[in-house]
């Protein structure tokens, strides 16, 4: 039998945790708090492909989400578009742009490409801070319009965005979780424990990892248009390197490589942040070791020592019935 949390059972139970979450909390504070966390949890479920399952460390992922979200900034601002509209095309942008420097950055392996793409997120960076008649520059984009009715359901209230927002991580998920358990996810798993081993199989090494890094970088794109048009303001800060660490942070202690892990990381870290902040600029200080327990003492994650835990209790069940 399926333990709970990998059984559909449990992500039923997830899943209705999330739907009545707004009954309990009553508190829009807290709505605005949780619905961040499921944007940048879709972000790093899509870090979480290329890095934990490909294998290449992308340190441009926030830069990618500021694609999508200035693409969204940019159309409904000032060009008149609607969000569902510019919605559409900025994931297509997104992507686009992924293949691009993808089969530029992919050629390289290792420390190699993350530092290739440490210097894209950086250039995205610049470029969106100083091309003040395309990004509004430093002063960024005011104004962008809330997501439109769709049908008699009008998105204008926190609690209507929360429920957008867990819609579209839900279909992130059950997206994901499809991609990973193909084909598809066992050769970016491949590719990820060997490149040789994988391109000896047959695997086209720069086709299959393109794909991911396209696919992953969707995922960010689709982040940022929600992200802007849930906060209606976006400036040259959502494209900063330190997203993508933070991002990277969820993965690490949620389970590096599993499904459940970016998602557990994404939507308990920021929560641990804001019960710190009563310590106000002491509350790193608390929050560092923490972490760096959690690295040493949990390497491989929450989920993925869970899993590990129960693979070797399984394999000691196994011995005992031999």
Same mark, same amino acid.
């Given at each position: ?30 709505l ?9 949890a ?8 290329i ?48 293949y ?17 793409t ?36 009008? *998105?204008?209230?926190? /609690?209507? @965005? ?8 839900v !279909? +992130?998920? %059950?997206?994901?979780? =499809? ?23 047959g ?5 299959n ?77 608390? *929050?560092?070791?923490? /972490?760096? @327990? ?8 929450? !989920? +993925?020592? %869970?899993?590990?835990? =129960? ?12």
């Amino acid at each position: 039998m399926k333990a709970p949390l990998t059984s559909q059972l449990g992500w039923g139970l997830l899943l209705a945790a999330a739907l009545v979450f707004p009954l309990v909390t009553g508190n829009d504070y807290h709505l605005t708090v949780m619905s961040t966390a499921y944007i940048f949890a879709i972000a790093t479920v899509g870090l979480n492909l290329i890095t934990g399952y490909t294998g290449q460390f992308n340190l441009a992922h926030s830069g990618f989400m500021a694609v999508g979200a200035y693409t969204v900034g940019i159309l409904t601002v000032d060009h008149g578009w609607s969000f569902w509209a510019a919605f559409a095309l900025s994931g297509v942008v997104t992507a686009a742009l992924g293949y691009f420097i993808g089969i530029l950055s992919l050629r390289l392996k290792g420390h190699y490409f993350s530092i290739f793409t440490l210097c894209v997120g950086y250039i995205m960076f610049l470029v969106i801070e100083k091309w003040d008649g395309l990004t509004h520059g430093t002063v960024g984009i005011m104004g962008i319009p809330a997501p439109g009715p769709i049908g008699g359901l009008a *998105f204008d209230t926190p /609690l209507a @965005l929360y429920y957008l927002v867990l819609f579209w991580l839900v !279909v +992130g998920m %059950w997206a994901m979780r =499809r991609i990973t358990r193909s084909l598809l996810g066992r050769t970016f798993e491949a590719i990820r424990n060997s490149d040789e081993l994988a391109e000896a199989l047959g695997i086209n090494l720069m086709r299959n990892k393109t794909l991911a890094f396209m696919l992953s970088v969707f995922y960010a794109g689709m982040a940022g248009d929600l992200y802007a048009g849930f906060v209606r303001f976006i400036g040259p800060g959502v494209a900063g390197v330190e997203h993508t660490f933070d991002m990277t942070m969820y993965m690490l202690v949620g389970g590096l490589g599993t499904l459940l892990g970016p998602l557990l990381g994404a939507l308990t870290l920021p929560w641990l942040t804001q019960y710190l902040q009563f310590l106000q600029e002491y509350r790193f200080i608390v *929050f560092g070791p923490i /972490l760096v @327990l959690l690295v040493i003492f949990v390497p491989h994650g929450i !989920v +993925g020592s %869970w899993q590990s835990w =129960r693979a070797r209790r399984a394999a000691a069940e196994g011995q005992r019935h031999a």
